[in-house]
């Protein structure tokens, strides 16, 4: 295992440090940036049906956000 200045400057502490334990990867961030952008296509697709235009009302809030 590799080693770095950080990790010896903790082991020194008396305290066992693990870098692999520490970057474990957060499931629930990433299932809620999924749900967020269904969401947003979601919505996105209510945009365009809802016009009578298709595509009116989501140019119009490309043009207000880009």
């Keep these: 295992m590799i080693q770095n200045s950080f990790c010896e400057r903790?082991?020194?502490?008396?305290?066992?440090?693990?870098?692999?334990?520490?970057?474990?990867v957060d499931l629930l961030h990433e299932f809620e940036l999924g749900v967020w952008k269904t969401l947003f296509v979601h919505l996105i697709r209510i945009l365009h049906a809802a016009s009578g235009r298709p595509g009116a009302l989501a140019d119009t809030l490309n043009t207000r956000y880009v």
Excluded at 10 to 24: N, P, R, Y
């Design 10 to 24: 903790l082991k020194q502490s008396g305290k066992e440090f693990s870098i692999s334990k520490m970057m474990v």
